[in-house]
């Protein structure tokens, strides 16, 4: 069995906190247990319209699918970003963050902090 990823023990707890199966969540949201169970276990990336039912099949407010997005972004595995339209500056600070993500290097807590704080504060600027 799957190890279940944060966003899947998310909705696993949300489930039985309703009293729900996973074959009565994949029935709501119109797709197949197999496909839910994968999303659960890190298989699948959650689309987004399948998160927006979630959201709204466990009636959460803007908070509490704000923090399920969160646990979603972290349980990818890969990210990809299309970089259509952009900027040769925008590409090329995109460019620069998959180097550093794509070696073996690590960045150092203090700098990983940083980048964190500051990329925290741009996404609120821009929503």
Do not use: Y
């Not at 023990?9 to 839910?36: C, M, N, P």
């Amino acid at each position: 069995m799957s190890k279940l990823t944060p966003f899947g023990k998310s909705v696993r707890e949300r489930r039985i906190d309703k009293e729900v199966t996973q074959a009565d969540v994949a029935k709501a949201l119109g797709i197949s247990v197999a496909f839910l169970s994968a999303i659960e276990n890190g298989n699948k990336n959650v689309p987004g319209r399948i998160f927006n039912l979630l959201c709204h099949f466990f009636d959460l407010d803007v908070d509490e699918c704000r923090d399920l997005r969160d646990l979603a972004d972290l349980s990818k595995k890969e990210v990809r970003i299309n970089m259509q339209g952009k900027k040769d500056a925008e590409r090329k600070l995109l460019l620069s963050f998959a180097r550093v993500f794509d070696n073996d290097k690590e960045l150092d807590k203090e700098t990983m902090n940083k980048l964190n704080t500051l990329l925290e504060q741009l996404k609120w600027d821009f929503a």
